[in-house]
C-alpha cells in the first residue's frame, strides 16, 4: 500500500494527469487530523493529492520521513528548487544574467557578464578588487546561454567557496551524490545532467565554444567518474576551476542543459 500511495503522490507531482491514477488510487478520503502536520500541509500543497491518501495507509515515522524525501526530490528534478529569485539579483547589479545552484553543495551564485573573461575574475559584484571573484559567463558565448557550450568560471577557493567544490567529481561518490545542478535565466530554470568531469591544461579544445559528438565521446571516455550517460544532443553547461597537477591545469565538469520551466513572455519584461 505505501508503494501505491508514493507512486500516486510522485505522479502528480510531475503532472500525470489524474485519471490515469484512478485505476490505482485508494477512494477519496480526507487525510486524518491524526496524521503527522508537515505530511499533512505537503500533501494538501499539491492539488487533489489529499485525496489519494487515507488514514489507514500513513506511513510510520520512518516511511514519512523516506516519502518527504523522496517527493521532495522528485519535485525538485521535475521543476527545479523554489527561493532562487533572479529578478531580485538583476534589479541590484546591472551585469547578472543567472544563477547557478547546486543541492547540498557550496555553490549557490549569481552569474556574472561583461563581454571580457578578465573583470570577473578578480572584481566583486560592487565593483571592488576581490580574491574571490564573481562567477561569470565566458565572453565568447551569448549572454542569454543560447551558446552550444556555455562556459562558467570560478575560483578554487582555499576555503571551499566559489567553484572549489566541483573538484570532489574526480571522485566517483561525489557524482553519484550530485548528479545534477541548477541554472536560472531570462529564459527559464535547466537542469544541468552532469555526464563528465576531466583535468586538462588552461588551452584544451573543451573550452571551444562548439564540441562535436567524438569531442564529447573523449570526454566522457577520460571522465574521472562514470555516469553512465551517452552522449548528449542538447547545449552543454561547462563549469571550470583550477586544478594543481600541473601548471596551468584546470577541472571542468560537462553537463547537459535541460530546460524545466520557460519563464513566461510577462514575466521578462
Known amino acids: 500500500m505505501k508503494n501505491r500511495i508514493i507512486a500516486a503522490v510522485l505522479s502528480l507531482l510531475i503532472g500525470a494527469p489524474l485519471y490515469l491514477l484512478a485505476a490505482h488510487a485508494a ?13 499533512t500541509a ?10 489519494l491518501i487515507t488514514a489507514a495507509a500513513l506511513p510510520d515515522a520512518d516511511g514519512f520521513a523516506d ?62 578588487y576581490s580574491v574571490y571573484g564573481t562567477i561569470f559567463l565566458d565572453a ?14 570560478g575560483h578554487h577557493m582555499s576555503d571551499g567557496t566559489m567553484f572549489a567544490s566541483i573538484s570532489n567529481y574526480k571522485q566517483q561518490w561525489y557524482y553519484d551524490a550530485h548528479p545534477y545542478y541548477f541554472l536560472y535565466t531570462n529564459k527559464g530554470t535547466y537542469r544541468v545532467d552532469v555526464f563528465a568531469g576531466i583535468v586538462v591544461p588552461g588551452t584544451h579544445e573543451v573550452f571551444s565554444t562548439s564540441l562535436t559528438s567524438d569531442q564529447l565521446q573523449s570526454f566522457i571516455n577520460s571522465s574521472t567518474f562514470r555516469s553512465g550517460r ?32 520557460q519563464t513566461s513572455a510577462e514575466e521578462t519584461q
Open 27 to 39: 477512494p477519496a478520503q480526507p487525510v486524518s487530523a491524526e496524521a503527522p502536520a508537515e505530511l
Open 42 to 51: 505537503l500533501l494538501h500543497s499539491v492539488p487533489a493529492a489529499a485525496e
Open 67 to 128: 516519502l518527504k524525501a523522496q517527493i521532495r526530490l522528485t519535485v525538485e528534478r521535475q521543476r527545479g528548487p523554489v527561493g532562487i529569485d533572479l529578478g531580485w539579483w538583476q534589479s541590484h547589479y546591472n551585469d547578472i544574467i543567472g544563477y547557478v545552484y547546486s543541492p547540498g553543495t557550496p555553490i549557490s551564485y549569481p552569474i556574472a557578464y561583461d563581454g571580457n573573461n578578465e573583470y570577473y575574475l578578480h572584481h566583486d559584484l560592487y565593483g571592488n
Open 140 to 153: 565568447r558565448v551569448p549572454s542569454d546561454f543560447s551558446g552550444q557550450n556555455n562556459v562558467l568560471y
Open 230 to 261: 551517452g552522449v548528449p544532443t542538447g547545449q552543454i553547461m561547462t563549469l571550470c576551476t583550477c586544478s594543481y597537477e600541473a601548471n596551468n591545469y584546470r577541472y571542468v565538469v560537462l553537463g547537459e542543459m535541460v530546460l524545466l520551466e
